[in-house]
């Protein structure tokens, strides 16, 4: 009867640890789409800034026509425009691979093109891309209250703490029953039916007179039995100790996953509260070099400054919007990174349960706040 009572949460428990490889596997496809996603978007700022490159290639041509440039300036600027040329196809490449990782990470065929949704995109998907579950990041009450509530959703959801759990109630049944089996007997039923279907004479034997009495053609019986066992050689002592030696095992195991859970979870929203300003910061850096861009192209066109002043501005404008690509999707990771910290991930839930979990944020951030002194 133990073993039976037992099969259930080691049943349970097998299911949590098959959640759990589902879930690492979810996080490789992510990272490696979010590479995918960082990649494609590198690849588009060096073919614009290869355009860029052969517009300024023209422009100094112009000048050299109009006597304003030397050859110089054409020999600087064609070879910026080969060095951007191998930076595009660099970028092609790494594309192309991250696209392979990401149909390895699918177990698709390494051939496959996607076409990936970008931010905007997921963000109906998932409700962490939403601004306003941004805005509870930045300020440093709500960024509290909300660690306070991933963190009870991590320790209630998480398979890998369920998974223990689940083993930690089948080997309490089992350590019970093996201290209970020094007291309690083994107490065994048996049960036994026999019918017969037809009875004959043999041949030339006398009839039986009418009124002799037929033997019965059912036999049955019962047989109960115990047994208690007073020695066992110190059998039943080490049964006892293995199972609590293994119970104390599993509670170990359980204190080691919830203390990687919370650091898991912890470390997730750290990362998630420096990538959010630097999303912010980092575009904004490159909108003003952009402007910067804007002057000085200008000035150049009307000789003005010198084509350092130019290079200047194009490579420090190239390499912000770079940062700024690089900041977008180091965000959306961070994101899913925490998401995976307690579990519950938005794309394997329905609107319904979505929009219930972000009830249930802002419930628990808003009375968080309420109760703050």
């Known amino acids: 009867v133990t073993a039976y009572r037992a099969g259930l949460p080691l049943w349970q428990s097998s299911r949590f640890d098959l959640q759990t490889r589902e879930l690492d596997v979810l996080e ?5 789409y979010i590479n995918l996603l960082s990649q494609r978007a590198l690849l588009v700022i060096d073919i614009d800034n290869y355009h860029l490159i052969q517009r300024y290639l023209e422009l100094a041509r112009s000048r050299q026509r109009s006597g304003v440039a030397g050859p110089e300036e054409l020999y600087r600027w064609e070879a910026q425009l080969a060095a951007a040329r191998s930076a595009m ?3 092609l490449a790494n594309m192309s691979i991250a696209q392979t990782q990401l149909n390895q990470a699918m177990g698709n065929d390494a051939d496959d093109l996607w076409s990936p949704a970008d931010l905007e995109e997921l963000t109906e998907a998932n409700p962490c891309l939403a601004p306003e579950f941004s805005a509870n990041i930045t300020d440093d009450r709500e960024f509290e209250a909300l660690t306070a509530f991933l963190l009870r959703q991590a320790l209630d959801e998480s398979p890998e703490l369920r998974a223990v759990d689940a083993a930690i109630t089948a080997q309490t049944m089992v350590f019970n029953q093996y201290r209970r089996r020094r007291f309690v007997p083994e107490v065994g039923v048996s049960f036994t039916y026999d019918h017969t279907f037809d009875r004959t004479r043999p041949s030339g034997s006398l009839p ?5 009495p037929q033997d019965d053609d059912d036999d049955w019986s019962v047989l109960v039995g115990a047994s208690w066992s007073l020695f066992e050689g110190g059998g039943q002592a080490a049964d006892v100790r293995r199972a609590r030696a293994e119970l104390r095992r599993l509670r170990e195991l359980r204190r080691q996953a919830r203390q990687a859970v919370t650091q898991r979870l912890y470390a997730a929203l750290l ?11 980092t575009r904004q850096a490159a909108e003003l070099a952009g402007k910067n861009l804007e002057v000085i192209q200008e000035k150049y066109a009307r000789g003005a400054v010198a084509i350092v002043d130019l290079l200047d501005a194009q490579t420090d404008t ?4 770079q940062r700024a690509a690089l900041a977008r999707y180091q965000f959306m990771l961070d994101i899913f990174r925490t998401q995976r910290a307690i579990g519950w991930l938005p ?6 349960q979505r929009a219930a979990w972000v009830q249930a944020l802002k419930y628990n951030v808003y009375h968080h706040q309420e109760d703050a002194p």
């Not at 490789?28 to 490696?32: C, L, P």
């Not at 039986?208 to 002799?212: Q, W």
């Open 89 to 91: 196809l660099r970028s």
């Open 347 to 352: 794309e394997l839930r329905t609107p319904e």
């Open 208 to 212: 039986l007179p009418l009124d002799l």
């Open 28 to 32: 490789e496809v992510f990272q490696s």
């Open 271 to 281: 990362s998630l509260a420096g990538s959010q300003p630097d999303l912010h910061l």
């Open 318 to 321: 190239f390499v912000r919007e």
